[in-house]
């Protein structure tokens, strides 16, 4: 009998994480004899992480907050050419060969499009420049969207964007520019915490444009003023689910059931209001 296969998420903090509930309902529905857990992970330690990892036989690793661009300088990892292009890796697959991939970017794609939300011609404000922002702006780029990035560090956010040809805009100008966009998608976990403050102004959010918070533990201020300005609103759910289930397509060579992987996170956050 086969050993049961061994997946995990990277990251830190870690503890929010609702991957595990998601991808192990996945597992289950696929029949896929397979564990699923959370591993907080310092970026100090990634390396040794990674190549324990492989040495235990894990099957797949995924890495979340603030490891996905540290990845890229991991000599031992090989990098699939959409996540060298994109600069940040999401998805680790350890056969045949330690290799690094990107699924961010396709998740957040189908996010939008799910909700009938067209790329095509849009106009869409990026605020981040981490991982996640890298994978978003690369996708709407090349899906023919007119990318503005915006970020607290003016370097960071400079070097994106002059990496995706797109303008930078810092946040103390985004209120200039922001009843322009048709698309404003948070990259940042800025919202992740009760009490975190707002990235932007509510009041300047318009009726027609889509706000996307890629934010997915609660409900972020920043939707909550979206929806107060009759915007269509998308939370991190679905990207969650969509990018997950490509990882687990990588990993496995399957297509899970991303109904099932939906209802496991939307239960697990259902679970967590409830107990406070």
């Known amino acids: 009998m086969p050993p ?13 994480s609702l991957s595990p509930a998601m991808q192990n309902a996945a597992l289950r529905a696929m029949g896929v004899d397979g564990c699923y857990i959370a591993l907080r992970v310092a970026q100090k330690d990634l390396s040794s992480a990674l190549r ?7 099957a797949g690793v995924n890495l979340t907050i603030p490891l996905k661009e540290m990845a890229l ?25 330690m290799t690094g991939y990107n699924t ?28 996640a922002a890298r994978a978003i702006g690369y996708t709407l780029v090349r899906d023919d969207a007119e990318v503005c990035i915006a970020n607290r560090s003016p370097e960071r956010g400079r070097r994106l ?5 797109a303008p930078f805009c810092g ?26 403050g707002r990235l932007l102004e509510g009041r300047l959010l318009r009726e027609g444009q889509t706000v996307f918070d890629i934010v997915y533990n609660r409900e972020t201020e920043l939707l909550r003023d979206a929806r107060a300005a009759g915007a269509r609103t998308i939370d991190g759910v679905m990207m969650l689910v969509y ?21 496991a996170v939307r239960e697990g956050l ?4 409830a107990n406070g």
């Open 4 to 16: 049961m296969k061994i997946f995990a998420i990277f990251g830190d903090p870690i503890s929010h």
């Open 52 to 58: 324990g990892a492989d040495a235990m036989g894990f």
């Open 73 to 97: 300088d991991m000599d031992f990892l090989r990098l699939d050419p959409l996540a060298k292009a994109i600069g940040a890796v999401n998805t680790i697959s350890f056969s045949p060969a």
């Open 104 to 131: 961010d970017g396709c998740g957040a794609l189908l996010a939008l499009e799910r909700a009938g939300v067209a790329v095509r011609g849009s106009r869409a404000l990026i605020i981040g420049a981490g991982g």
């Open 161 to 165: 964007a002059d990496a995706l040809g």
């Open 171 to 196: 946040l103390d100008g985004i209120d200039g520019i922001l009843p322009e966009m048709d698309i404003i998608i948070n990259c940042t976990s800025v919202g992740m915490r009760e009490g975190d």
């Open 243 to 263: 990018q997950g289930a490509k990882a687990l397509q990588i990993w496995t060579g399957r297509e899970a059931d991303t109904a099932v992987m939906e209802k």
């Open 270 to 273: 259902a679970r967590r209001a």
